[in-house]
């Protein structure tokens, strides 16, 4: 059982920046693709990005491209989501996930094995 813990969700203005973090509690962290979705209360929640198990693949949602950049450091067993150029409509829940599959099946919400209990990032107006 991988437990995941997103951190770093905060009231932030639009045009800022955040950063969140997903520690993993599996050593074995560098066999899991590693992802975020997010959602906002009363909708589905909504992929954002994904990282293959070695770094080399990312995959984004339209509405999040240039703006969010995903990276990981399997030696710290961690995953980050840098996001810059906030807009209101970013605001959510957002939750890291795990799958024992590929980065490209955790784009399409499939091969997902774990979730986190998710961190909430308001961006005010």
């Known amino acids: 059982q991988v437990q995941l813990v997103e951190s770093g969700g905060e009231l932030v203005q639009a045009g800022g920046s955040l950063r969140l973090s997903c520690a993993a509690s599996?050593?074995?962290?560098?066999?899991?693709?590693m992802g975020w979705f997010r959602q906002v209360p009363g909708k589905e929640r909504e992929f954002v990005g994904a990282i293959s198990k070695s770094d080399l693949n990312t995959y984004y949602a339209d509405s999040v491209k240039p703006r969010f950049t995903i990276s990981r450091d399997n030696a710290k067993n961690t995953m980050y989501l840098q996001m810059n150029s906030l807009k209101p409509e970013d605001t959510a829940v957002y939750y890291c996930?795990?799958?024992?599959?590929?980065?490209?099946?955790?784009?399409?919400?499939?091969?997902?094995?774990?979730w986190g209990k998710g961190t909430l990032v308001t961006v005010s107006s």
């Open positions: 996930v795990a799958g024992r599959r590929t980065a490209w099946a955790i784009s399409q919400s499939e091969g997902i094995d774990y």
């Open positions: 599996e050593r074995t962290f560098g066999r899991y693709a």
